[in-house]
Antibody, heavy 119, light 109 residues
Framework: QITLQESGPALVRPTQTLTLTCTFS??????????VGWVRQTPGKALEGLAV???????RYSPPFRDRVTITRDISSNQVFLTLTNVDSVDTGTYYC????????????WGQGILVSVS | DIQMTQSPSTLSASLGDRVSITCRAS??????LAWFQQKPGKVPRLLIY???TLENGVPSRFSGSGSGTEFTLTISGLQPDDIATYYC???????????FGQGTKLDIK
């Protein structure tokens, strides 16, 4: 069974860097086709994809966030990390870790999400 | 970026109605489209992927259709449990990353 759990700070100050951790189980980056991403939901912009990490270390970023977002991983710990630099109040929202189904890379599983406030 | 536009933004319907939500892509995404249902305070739930494939456990009153740039989610026989916000999402490999529509809020008339 695939599960994902986000963790990180609930409150971040403006201009600081937000770092979130996704700890997952039920799959591994050692398997071809695996991909994990980050999605956020903010009051102003609904749902936004931020970044995706593939099994082969390929990374994809949403163009509006390319300069501020970095996705990394720790294969041995089954973790994926998201860093967002220079945060602002508009970055307040719920951040989700998602598993992309290997059949065609649709979002197949969601973590429970973590609410982050920038203030 | 591929832009996804949903219509309508809000929709009021009666129980038992057939309801349709449209999603248009700014460029051809073939059949790489998913639909999600989200209730307040809850995680989005996958309903349909590959434009028309029903996710396991999703009631058969939900269906999806379309290809290219225009897609439709249909609920045949609206139930009280269907009150939610619905999002479409494109995930074509021609795009840097998947993108979502702005959502359609469905409520009871």
């Amino acid at each position: 069974q695939i599960t994902l759990q986000e963790s990180g700070p609930a409150l971040v100050r403006p201009t600081q860097t937000l770092t979130l951790t996704c700890t997952f189980s039920g799959f591994s980056f050692t398997t071809e086709t695996v991909a994990v991403g980050w999605v956020r939901q903010t009051p102003g912009k609904a749902l936004e994809g931020l970044a995706v990490m593939f099994w082969n270390a390929d990374r994809r970023y949403s163009p509006p966030f390319r300069d501020r977002v970095t996705i990394t991983r720790d294969i041995s710990s089954n973790q994926v990390f998201l860093t967002l630099t220079n945060v602002d109040s508009v970055d307040t929202g719920t951040y989700y870790c998602v598993y992309l189904d290997s059949s065609d890379y649709h979002v197949g599983r969601w973590g429970q999400g973590i609410l982050v406030s920038v203030s | 970026d591929i832009q996804m536009t949903q219509s309508p933004s809000t929709l009021s319907a009666s129980l038992g109605d057939r309801v349709s939500i449209t999603c248009r892509a700014s460029q051809n995404i073939h059949g790489w489209l998913a639909w999600f249902q989200q209730k307040p305070g809850k995680v989005p739930r996958l309903l349909i992927y590959a434009a028309s494939t029903l996710e396991n456990g999703v009631p058969s009153r939900f269906s999806g259709s379309g290809s290219g740039t225009e897609f439709t989610l249909t609920i045949s026989g609206l139930q009280p449990d269907d009150i939610a916000t619905y999002y479409c999402q494109q995930y074509t490999s021609n795009s840097p990353i998947f993108t979502f529509g702005q959502g359609t809020k469905l409520d009871i008339k």
